[in-house]
Nanobody, 117 residues
Framework: QVHLVESGGGLVQPGGSLRLSCAAS????????MGWYRQAPGKQRELVAS???????NYADSVKGRFTISRDNAKNTVDLQMNSLNPEDTAVYYC???????????WGQGTQVTVSS
């Protein structure tokens, strides 16, 4: 069982930056995929950014050029650097991890990001 804990959310003004962090713990053999998703009120959860163990990345079109995902395989952590934030980025952000060896799909509890003046 993998346990994910997110940190770094909060309130920021438009144009500002935030950095989210996620740490995985538990009986981890290896994590093949780590990513960030978000869910705004009244909307479906959507992928923001993801990175494979081999460091292949995928970004939502709406965040390309503004957000950067990074991970540390040795520490089982994944970060999301968010720049040039706008009100449309307001959402609960969730960390996700997939472990291929047991097909485990794990989620953090979520962290609120609010972009408002």
């Amino acid at each position: 069982q993998v346990h994910l804990v997110e940190s770094g959310g909060g309130l920021v003004q438009p144009g500002g930056s935030l950095r989210l962090s996620c740490a995985a713990s538990g009986g981890i053999v290896s994590i093949d995929y780590m990513g960030w998703y978000r869910q705004a009120p009244g909307k479906q959860r959507e992928l923001v950014a993801s990175m494979t163990r081999g460091e292949a990345t995928n970004y939502a079109d709406s965040v390309k050029g503004r957000f950067t995902i990074s991970r540390d395989n040795a520490k089982n952590t994944v970060d999301l650097q968010m720049n040039s934030l706008n009100p449309e980025d307001t959402a609960v952000y969730y960390c996700n991890a997939y472990t291929g060896y047991d097909e485990g799909d794990y989620w953090g509890q979520g962290t609120q990001v609010t972009v408002s003046s």
